[in-house]
């Protein structure tokens, strides 16, 4: 797949990504690496869906991306995705643990909503800062929520992007630690990361220069 962008006057176009081809699995461990402005966070929202690429095609399963529309491509990334951003994207004005349960909002928060977000704040091991604000979070452990968040309903692949991205070196190997009992419990993952510990982990290593 390829994929540019053009310059803010409109007289060029850069090339973010080109002729990148990936294919994850479960239990498999997909890293894409690069130096910063690489394309890496493009070529994984191009894979979620967020993006199209300029040419080569996307498929969640047997199916194409483009072939879904809006609704169905939404739907799709929900059933299929756990996504975890850089900024890790917790809302400030709730707890650690209503940031995990906010996929169960559509549903309304039963008492097996809440079951379910212990058990992924412990799965993350943040279970002991459920009840305290992001802001007296630190960035490791904001980023264990977010992580949390996207295991609620249990996706079938992982998303993240820059896990390890600020954290001090303790806290980036409990999280790479945590990616990898993930892979062995059958999740595929997809990384975008430059940090030497989640590439040697890797399965699966695509380089963007």
């Given amino acids: 797949m390829t994929k540019s962008y053009a310059v803010q006057d409109g007289s060029a176009s850069i ?10 699995e479960p239990s498999r461990l997909v890293c894409v690496a690069g130096r910063s402005g690489s394309g890496k966070s493009t070529l994984l929202n191009i894979a979620t869906g967020f993006l199209e690429p300029d040419r080569g ?5 047997d199916v194409s991306v483009r072939e879904l529309n809006a ?17 890790g994207a917790l809302i400030r004005s709730l707890t650690a643990i209503e940031n995990v349960a906010i996929p169960g909002l559509p549903h309304g928060l039963s008492r097996d909503s809440w079951t379910r ?3 992924c704040l412990e799965l993350a091991g943040v279970s002991h800062r459920s009840r305290h604000f992001p802001t007296s979070l630190s960035v490791g452990e904001a980023h264990r929520v977010a992580l949390a968040r996207a295991l609620y309903r249990d996706p079938p692949i992982l998303v993240l992007d820059e896990p390890t991205a600020s954290l001090d070196g303790q806290s980036a190997d409990s999280v790479v630690e ?8 059958g999740k595929a993952l997809l990384v975008a990361s430059h940090d030497g510990r989640v590439i040697e982990c890797a399965d699966t290593l695509v380089r963007l220069d």
């Fill in 15 to 24: 090339d973010v990504l080109g002729d990148v081809s990936l294919h994850v």
């Fill in 57 to 61: 095609v996307v498929h969640w399963e």
């Fill in 71 to 87: 609704d169905q491509r939404a739907r799709f990334r929900v059933r299929l995705f756990g996504i975890v951003f850089q900024t």
């Fill in 117 to 119: 977000a212990v058990a």
């Fill in 178 to 185: 945590l990616l990898r009992g993930l892979r062995t419990s």
